[in-house]
């Protein structure tokens, strides 16, 4: 979408806004994207590619919408909560009146301001998940920004921003202080030239410019790195810019750098920065009144580049001093006249090594570590108030998450970090003087002298800066905790009169001491000022006399300007003080020098000293108080213990606890009158879907999308209700119109009749168990429970002897063949197994399962192709899908089908799933054909599943497990039967490796749990672990407490009497079958080489075959019972013949069970390999232990 307008704005910013008004809470507001010529000018033209791709991102996001109504709501909300108008005086006036009229404007006030702070309360809440949906479309948007721009594009503008928005700052501060007479002429070329010069103060030459790219793997670079983060964090509108960089680079886009200046995509740029410049520096320093329409020539941008130079030429701002001065206060500590450094003693020799050693490398670092922890404290202490707002968020410190409750334990910490760094900086601080003053007095004369002078005057700036500023947030502070209520009273008043009469005596302090103040010639050349009296007078202004009345006059705003222009004048006298000491300094080092190498070092002039003007006694007596005895000396913050009170806290909600309390407060005079209401009409509908797939459930027209094997809680109103799903592709599995029972307070809707419902009763203490009642695919239902499609909780609280509770519960957990086996009649587990096929999505775990269900269920194949066509025409398309359509058809239709695919597959050749389904359908396809096709369509998982099948019959191990394995890499294969498939593999990886037990079966765990331990199982573990047999059944059936005698395991006992090295007394228990158990089919195909190899009647084993599924089902009890009637006996060779001939075609589970039959039948006349099958395609609880070799 295109922006409705585009608007050009001297910042460095890039938006999309829309209007706010009233009607856009119903009506999509127009949106126009706002592009500021500061980051035009911060950016090269990849960068700026990046920032207007995010913002146009912003433009394709639908939940845009949902952010204009979020903020055209708080607009609407502002008023209606915090504006009083004429009904709150109509209201008050009631109140005032008589008594016996005054109880009803009582009355309505306080349900006027519950339903107020229930509204205000609503509102903070929509607008801090509106804050968390905006976190979410940032994410977005900087993916659209790195698709367009590349991944890089977006970083490198993130990491430009914030340097070029303090240059900006720096910019418009200049074009403010030029005033109207002198305007800047290019505000653009002078923000480019501040940049510049930070980057020489900082000693940083990147700053404000793109980091360099490593040559590699820029795909893992990162710029930001994770340090405080101190937010709620999905209250936070904005992610941190770590997470954003890790947002776009999770999936990496190259980006193709461009350096040009984004300039050139502008008509006459030049002309635009000069109208944009004189457009801002008007609007910056306007005219005098009276003056209108004056245009003052604006200044050479020469002129103004040169003086922007000389800013940043500070002596003190030099790259070698590490940034030791850059912008610190280091004479805090320094609280009298005794308290400057003393003068270091040693050799000169000593003093010039000391002086040269003063400024290392890592003094940069120490410096940055301290500012670091300065920022991460102030940090921590705002995040206790932040934390309480939003207490659903959290603080993250390098990495770590913390809770609230950790916060004063990392703050003390890192208060005794900063300390230390703090001692260790300072500790250098009075290194530097102290070596300087020693190196000072070396030489003799005034030098020393001169050090002192120019380091007091640097304290008294610094002092002053100090208390100035700390006086003045505490009246701030002051009037913000008597204004937090929207109301001031006297006594308020007078509080903040007092605060600000103790900034009044700040100023006028420092006010008064200007004329006492004699600055040296060098001082006043850099102030460019005659004196620092006529410096103050000319830049500096006093508040005026401070009382309540002045208060409410406006005589804070006064004060602010008086304490901006103070701050001002007392700041540049800092930085010429610190530029005039480190030069004096700098010379004093020169001068030792020249002494050590023998050279006369030159005097200095007495009169060169900062000095007391003896202007007046009075004036020096108090001057030299300042000076010498610091009397304004700032040592340490002003106490700021006003507090809120406890009902102005509850009265604006400040902090979770006071808004919770006016929010319950609100709530006890609205909500119990308002449910009253409404629970008499109100009941519940619980609606669970029990489908693999998200379907969308209208109730009275109202729709709710609901998850697979969801459930969710609704609210019904009235007599009746029309429900309507529909699954995929709109697809309607229920729609009805359905009475409510009017005795009847909650419903289940069970979605299509997808689940299998039970109720059950939880019993607890004394009370007996209850049966569950079963309910089958019911649709709709109206139980008497307490839980609803979960389980009940395992201990409740009860006054008696035991309880009863009630669950309406599903059967979702177990497998597809178990629910429908658990149904009454087997139409309603055809309807069943159809629903899921129909509807379930192909890709989730069990979707195949359904499939596999329903049809050994009996589906009927009429519906079976019906729902393969329906689920092709919406679109889905599977090899597995087209395998059930054609084995559901019969006789011409089937025929019909495969010879489409036969000429669809001719038509195609390269179409490798037309090729497999061509062959698949062939009578009897020979595996050449399959080999041939493989040999095409290597990557094909069907083909390779078949001709990987084939070469594991040719006992071609190595090959079938590589050919089955890149099968199972596709997604669709395994999961059409995953668990059988699994053990497939396996079976052959077994087979393939040198010994089963080092096949490598991890990725195939999650199919099948027990598949990893089960290999450790074939593994020795000592002469008392038992055999691989014993040591699976201890896992799979762990034994019970008591003697071992009275501990039997039918499968064990039969497996254990057929193994090799039997006793008599083990083989005899082998041949007592247990009909009650349910054998294993490996078991039992075992068991039937032993009653035949031992004479046993074959009879009662058929029977438990019969019932034990298709594996047992292939069991050849004809041929064993023919072989053991035959006279003479056939032959061994013939019997191996016979064996290996039924082993053709087997899966790789019957053939185990084949080569186990053999061995057990014919012992040693087994051949070796069949022991070697055996135990590579059977695990150790389905076979006999067998010797590995004869």
């Keep these: 979408p295109k922006p409705h307008r585009i608007f050009l704005s001297p910042s460095v910013n890039a938006a999309v806004f829309h209007d706010q008004l009233p009607w856009n809470l119903f009506v999509p507001p127009r949106k126009n994207l706002d592009i500021g010529l500061g980051l035009v000018n911060s950016l090269d033209l990849s960068e700026f590619k990046a920032v207007v791709a995010h913002e146009f991102g912003h433009f394709a996001q639908r939940s845009m919408s949902v952010g204009a109504w979020v903020y055209t709501a708080q607009h609407v909300t502002a008023e209606l909560v915090h504006r009083r108008d004429a009904m709150d005086r109509l209201l008050d006036g009631i109140s005032r009146s008589d008594v016996r009229i005054a109880w009803v404007g009582w009355a309505m006030r306080v349900v006027v301001w519950a339903i107020r702070s229930i509204v205000d309360t609503l509102a903070r809440l929509v607008l801090a998940l509106a804050r968390g949906l905006n976190r979410e479309m940032e994410f977005q948007a900087d993916r659209v920004a790195a698709s367009v721009a590349g991944s890089d594009a977006i970083v490198h503008a993130l990491w430009r921003l914030q340097p070029a928005d303090e240059a900006w700052e720096a910019a418009l501060a200049l074009c403010a202080s030029n005033g109207p007479g002198t305007p800047v002429a290019d505000v653009f070329a002078a923000h480019a030239a501040i940049l510049a010069g930070k980057r020489g103060v900082l000693g940083d030459p990147l700053h404000g410019l793109a980091p360099a790219l490593p040559a590699r793997d820029r795909a893992a670079h990162r710029v930001f790195r994770p340090g405080l983060e101190v937010s709620a964090r999905m209250y936070s509108t904005h992610p941190p810019t770590h997470e954003r960089e890790e947002n776009v680079k999770r999936e990496y886009v190259p980006s193709e750098l461009d350096a040009r200046s984004p300039w050139l995509l502008f008509d006459a740029p030049e002309r635009l920065r000069r109208e944009v410049t004189r457009e801002l520096c008007e609007q910056l320093s306007p005219a005098p009144q009276g003056e209108p329409g004056t245009v003052a020539e604006p200044v050479p941008i020469e002129r103004t580049l ?143 002298e001169r050090l002192r002078g120019l380091a007091r005057l640097v304290r008294y700036a610094e002092h002053g800066l ?51 103040l004699a600055l040296p010639p060098e001082l006043l050349a850099r102030l460019d000022a005659p ?100 009397a304004l000396v700032h040592a340490g913050p002003r106490a700021r213990t006003e507090k809120l009170s406890l009902w102005n806290r509850f009265q604006i909600a400040d902090g979770f606890w006071a808004g919770t309390a006016r929010l319950a407060a609100a709530a006890l005079l609205i909500v119990p009158p308002f449910l009253l209401t409404r629970a008499a009409s109100e009941r519940t509908i619980h609606v669970h879907n029990g489908l693999g797939c998200a379907v969308d459930v209208a109730l009275d027209g109202v729709a709710h999308r609901l998850a697979p ?60 168990p209850q049966p569950d009642e079963p309910h089958g695919r019911d649709v709709w239902l109206a139980p008497d429970v307490a839980d609803w499609f979960q389980a009940p909780p395992a201990a409740v609280s009860t006054s008696g002897t035991g309880a009863y509770r009630r669950a309406l519960e599903t059967l979702d957990k177990e497998t597809p063949g178990a629910q429908l086996s658990s149904l009454r009649s087997n139409e309603d587990a055809q309807r069943l197994g159809e629903l899921h096929a129909r509807f379930d999505d192909l890709d989730t775990a069990r979707a195949w399962d359904w499939w596999y269900a329903w049809h050994e269920a009996g589906a009927d194949p009429r519906r079976v192709v019906e729902v393969v066509r329906e689920r092709r025409a919406r679109g889905v398309r599977s090899v597995a899908l087209d395998r ?51 040999a095409r369509f290597p990557e094909h998982p069907w083909i390779a599943g078949v001709h990987g099948a084939e070469l594991a019959r040719q006992g071609r191990w190595a090959e079938a497990a590589a050919t089955l394995g890149a099968a199972w890499n596709d997604r669709e294969y395994w999961r059409s039967a995953p668990r059988f498939g699994a053990l497939e593999l396996a079976r052959v990886r077994r087979m393939a490796a040198e010994e089963p037990t080092r096949a490598q079966v991890r990725d195939l765990e999650q199919h099948v749990e027990w598949l990893a331990t089960a290999q450790s199982w074939d593994r020795s573990a000592g002469p008392r672990a038992g055999t691989p047999l014993e040591r699976a059944y201890d896992e799979l059936e762990p034994r019970p407490r008591g003697p071992r005698r009275a501990w039997k395991r039918p499968d064990l006992v039969a497996l254990r009497a057929a193994s090799d090295g039997a006793t008599a007394e083990e083989l005899s228990a082998g041949l007592q079958l247990d009909a009650r158990h349910a054998y294993r089919p490996t078991t039992l195909w075992v068991l039937a080489a032993l009653f035949a190899r031992e004479k046993q009647d074959l009879a009662p084993l058929r029977a438990l075959a019969a ?67 055996a135990n590579a395609l059977l695990f150790a609880f389905e076979r006999p232990t067998f010797d590995a070799s004869d």
């Design 306 to 448: 040169a003086e922007i130079a000389a800013s940043f030429e500070h002596p003190s701002y030099a790259a070698r001093y590490r940034g030791a001065w850059l912008e610190r206060r280091s004479t805090l500590r320094w609280t009298g006249a005794e308290a400057l450094p003393r003068a270091e003693r040693g050799a000169p020799a000593a003093l010039q090594r000391a002086i040269a050693a003063l400024y290392p490398v890592e003094l940069g670092a120490r410096v940055d570590d301290l500012r670091r922890l300065e920022r991460e404290l102030a940090g921590l202490r705002s995040a206790r108030e932040e934390l309480a707002r939003a207490p659903g968020g959290r603080i993250v410190y390098h990495g770590r998450t913390l809770r609230r409750r950790d916060l004063p334990a990392l703050e003390a910490r890192v208060q005794r970090a900063l300390d230390a760094a703090r001692r260790d900086v300072e500790a250098h601080d009075e290194r530097v003087r102290a070596l300087h003053l020693g190196a000072a007095e070396q030489l003799g004369g005034a030098w020393a």
């Design 466 to 516: 100090s208390e100035l500023e700390d006086a003045n947030g505490a009246l701030l502070h002051t009037w913000s905790v008597v204004t937090a209520d929207g109301t001031v009273d006297a006594r308020e008043l007078e509080r903040v009169s007092a605060a600000g009469a103790e900034l009044a005596r700040v100023i006028g302090t420092l006010h008064i001491e200007r004329g006492g």
């Design 531 to 630: 004196s620092w009296s006529a410096y103050v007078e000319a830049r500096a202004a006093l508040p005026g006399a401070v009382s309540p009345q002045a208060i409410v006059d406006g005589w804070l705003g006064a004060a602010q300007a008086s304490v901006a222009s103070f701050v001002r004048v007392l700041s540049t006298l800092r930085l010429a003080a610190l530029d005039e000491l480190v030069t004096c300094e700098d010379a004093v080092a020169a001068h030792l020098a020249e002494r050590v190498a023998g050279a006369p070092a030159p005097e200095l002039a007495p009169q060169l000293a900062p000095e007391l003007a003896p202007t007046s006694a009075q004036g020096t007596a108090r001057v030299a108080a300042r000076i010498e005895a610091q």
């Design 709 to 768: 094997r969801a459930t969710l809680a609704l609210a019904l109103l009235g007599d009746s209700v029309h429900v309507r799903t529909t699954g995929a592709g709109g697809a309607v599995i229920d729609e009805f119109e359905r009475e409510l029972e009017s005795d009847a307070r909650a419903f289940a809707y069970n979605v299509g009749g997808a689940s299998v419902l039970y109720v059950t009763t939880a019993n607890y203490g004394a009370y007996a």
């Design 884 to 934: 059930f359509e054609l084995d559901a058809l019969a006789g011409a239709e089937r025929a019909a089908l495969c010879a489409e695919y036969d000429a669809r597959s001719a038509a195609a050749p390269q179409d490798a799933d037309l090729c497999y389904l061509s062959l698949r359908n062939r009578e009897g396809a020979p595996a050449a054909e399959f080999a041939a096709a493989h």
């Design 1107 to 1173: 019932e034990a599924g298709a594996l047992a089902a292939d069991i050849p009890f004809d041929w064993l019972e023919a072989r053991a009637q035959a006279a003479p006996p056939p032959e061994l060779e013939h019997e191996i013949a016979e064996l290996d001939r039924r082993a053709a075609g087997l899966t790789m589970l019957e053939r185990g069970a084949l080569r186990a039959l053999g061995v057990v039948l014919l012992r040693d006349g087994a051949p070796a390999a069949w022991r070697t099958e």
